[in-house]
């Protein structure tokens, strides 16, 4: 899971540095063409694809995938114009978000605690944002949609079949996302031709993104989720480390502080998840 978060934050971070002037549909295009062929290939060795899915999971895998684009491209116009702890440490509120979702859009059941833990949660986002502040980036907004849009393609992803494998979905929503950066780009008319340096930056993006999807994969199916769940929260220290070493950006007080609410909240859920599921075996 430490290895997954440091491929997710290093994917961000060469999007930042490599992509952020070639704008954000050429960016996501030319990123898009290195992961669906990474993707691809390990979708085909691992037999991915001779799994396909019926018409319920495939309107599941296509909701996601519409999901897994609107945070791609709320996310990263976000990632462009904030610091990268900024951004990352308001993802965090994500396991707080979709323990909420889940109970009130799938019943899943959740307590009281539980829900105190979210509010708090919530708040340490509010912190970050700061909205109506001085410190107050509009941008910050975008955050919170990614969250929601993300939120989405997880309960999607809980709903879809346990024959279909993880490569697969993951592949599909890369080849979508590659091709509406493709969409976007005709639209926009706004190619340039990128340097070596931007292309092999996109490029190394991809190889981080395959193996923060690769080992994700990896550690929820093998690794009790409970413990392993709580190591999500290292992404903040690459992506603090990764912040100032690259773009020198120092988190402000009330941006740290927001990022121990959020982690105390995130923290305390995944400990009730765990006395709950031993209360469960006994």
Same mark, same amino acid.
């Given at each position: 899971?430490?290895?997954?978060?440091?491929?997710?934050?290093?994917?961000?971070?060469?999007?930042?540095?490599?992509?952020?002037? #070639?704008?954000? &549909?050429? *960016?996501?295009?030319?990123? !898009?063409?290195? @992961? +669906?062929?990474?993707?691809? $290939?390990?979708?085909? %060795?691992?037999?991915?694809?001779?799994?396909?899915?019926?018409?319920?999971?495939?309107?599941?895998?296509?909701?996601?995938?519409?999901?897994?684009?609107?945070?791609?491209?709320?996310?990263?116009?976000?990632?462009?114009?904030?610091?990268?702890?900024?951004?990352?440490?308001?993802?965090?509120?994500?396991?707080?978000?979709?323990?909420?979702?889940?109970?009130?859009?799938?019943?899943?059941?959740?307590?009281?605690?539980?829900?105190?833990?979210?509010?708090?949660?919530?708040?340490?986002?509010?912190?970050?944002?700061?909205?109506? #502040?001085?410190? &107050?980036? *509009?941008?910050?907004?975008? !955050?919170?949609? @990614? +969250?929601?849009?993300?939120? $989405?393609?997880?309960? %999607?992803?809980?709903?879809?079949?346990?024959?279909?494998?993880?490569?697969?979905?993951?592949?599909?929503?890369?080849?979508?996302?590659?091709?509406?950066?493709?969409?976007?780009?005709?639209?926009?008319?706004?190619?340039?031709?990128?340097?070596?340096?931007?292309?092999?930056?996109?490029?190394?993006?991809?190889?981080?993104?395959?193996?923060?999807?690769?080992?994700?994969?990896?550690?929820?199916?093998?690794?009790?989720?409970?413990?392993?769940?709580?190591?999500?929260?290292?992404?903040?220290?690459?992506?603090?480390?990764?912040?100032?070493?690259? &773009?020198?950006?120092?988190?402000?007080?009330?941006?740290?502080?927001?990022?121990?609410?959020? $982690?105390?909240?995130?923290?305390?859920?995944?400990?009730?998840?765990?006395?709950?599921?031993?209360?469960?075996?006994?």
């Amino acid at each position: 899971m430490t290895a997954s978060m440091a491929g997710f934050t290093l994917n961000d971070a060469a999007m930042k540095y490599g992509g952020a002037d #070639l704008g954000l &549909f050429q *960016a996501i295009f030319i990123r !898009g063409i290195f @992961a +669906v062929s990474l993707m691809g $290939l390990f979708a085909y %060795a691992f037999g991915a694809f001779a799994h396909m899915p019926k018409l319920r999971d495939a309107k599941l895998i296509s909701i996601r995938s519409l999901a897994e684009i609107c945070a791609t491209m709320a996310f990263l116009t976000a990632l462009f114009n904030l610091p990268l702890a900024n951004i990352t440490a308001i993802l965090q509120a994500l396991p707080l978000s979709i323990a909420f979702a889940a109970a009130l859009f799938l019943n899943e059941p959740i307590g009281r605690k539980r829900i105190a833990a979210i509010i708090i949660g919530f708040v340490g986002v509010m912190i970050i944002v700061r909205p109506g #502040l001085a410190g &107050f980036n *509009a941008y910050s907004l975008l !955050g919170l949609v @990614a +969250v929601a849009c993300v939120t $989405l393609r997880d309960l %999607a992803a809980r709903q879809l079949s346990p024959s279909i494998p993880s490569l697969l979905v993951a592949f599909v929503a890369s080849v979508a996302i590659m091709v509406t950066g493709g969409i976007g780009v005709l639209v926009t008319q706004n190619w340039q031709t990128p340097s070596s340096f931007e292309i092999a930056s996109l490029a190394i993006a991809a190889v981080f993104l395959m193996v923060g999807y690769y080992c994700a994969v990896a550690t929820m199916r093998i690794g009790d989720v409970a413990v392993v769940s709580s190591f999500r929260y290292t992404v903040m220290i690459w992506a603090i480390a990764l912040g100032w070493l690259l &773009f020198g950006d120092i988190p402000d007080f009330w941006t740290v502080f927001g990022m121990l609410v959020i $982690l105390a909240a995130g923290l305390f859920t995944m400990y009730r998840e765990r006395q709950l599921a031993k209360q469960e075996i006994d």
